[in-house]
């Protein structure tokens, strides 16, 4: 069979599988297996495939079609510029979130060496994301899981930025002052997990999606830790950031204030602590 024809077949099975997306999803697979891009393919068509790569992709759209993530299947995936390791330990980055590291970016434009703490690393998306566009900024980054920090830890070692990386629950003794604390806690309820896509519900880590009270807490700590005139950015759930501005305004953040995503959903919630 031709790339073309081996394209055609796998996005049909990706079709019947429910996959949102299945020509793309399988035109990224077979750019990976064939080590090129997905606008190189176009060029390819009528190539053929050598047994061992016409396997290769048949694994892959196999592992796609039970609906496990297109990026846990490649291995990494493009946030802001980087690019990053990913599979089952961490969250996958989002596009969403990239509106998160933009406003953070703003808030700290003026600080020649901002102190930030980004609660929550994951894959270190944000708090790479964040050193990366602002070198002067000196960034440390929390989780309580130590399969998370292992990930961020290659990401940091892979993008060769500095980033401090601490094992602990939320804050896990970083006292200040800090310029800026972000996060994106688990903010899905627990009645809400199982009506998710499949490639959520079932592959992502459930610690990091399923809401535990870490969006309060962290409000609250940060209130105690930020500098004065210093600013909390956290990203909510869909229909969830007038409940989470709400919190700030009640524990006396001042400058309270809601962004949207890059789709025009209300998924950024900030406030300042005052001078």
């Known amino acids: 069979m031709t790339s073309r024809e081996q394209l055609s077949s796998a996005a049909e099975l990706l079709e019947q599988a429910g996959c949102p997306s299945p020509r793309v999803d399988a035109e990224w697979l077979l ?21 061992e790569q016409e396997q290769r992709f048949n694994e892959l759209v196999a592992r796609r079609a039970e609906r496990e993530p297109l990026a846990y299947i490649l291995g990494e995936w493009g946030f ?4 990053l390791l990913v599979d089952a330990r961490v969250l996958i980055p989002r596009p969403e979130t990239e509106s998160l590291v933009e406003r953070c970016l703003e808030l700290i ?24 566009e602002h070198p002067g900024a000196l960034v440390v980054a929390t989780d309580s899981s130590l399969d998370a920090l292992a990930v961020a830890e290659e990401n940091r070692s892979r993008a060769g930025l500095a980033v401090e990386l601490v094992h602990g629950e939320l804050f896990a003794g970083q006292e200040g ?89 209300e998924r950024i919630v900030e406030g300042r602590k005052a001078h």
């Open 31 to 51: 750019a990976h297996v064939l080590a090129v891009t997905r606008t190189d393919l176009a060029g390819n068509g009528a190539r053929s495939l050598s047994p």
């Open 80 to 83: 802001r510029g980087l690019t």
């Open 109 to 132: 434009a003026d600080i020649p060496e901002p102190r930030v703490l980004d609660i929550g690393v994951g894959s270190g998306a944000i708090a790479l994301a964040i050193a990366h």
């Open 177 to 265: 002052p800090l310029d800026l604390v972000v996060s994106n806690p688990p903010y899905v309820g627990s009645d809400e997990i199982d009506r998710l896509e499949p490639e959520v519900a079932i592959w992502e880590p459930r610690e990091a999606l399923v809401a535990c009270g870490a969006t309060e807490a962290i409000a609250e700590g940060a209130r105690k830790r930020l500098a004065p005139g210093g600013s909390l950015v956290l990203e909510t759930g869909d229909g969830k950031a007038g409940e989470v501005a709400g919190l700030l305004e009640r524990l006396g953040y001042q400058d309270v204030a809601i962004g949207e995503d890059l789709g025009g959903s």
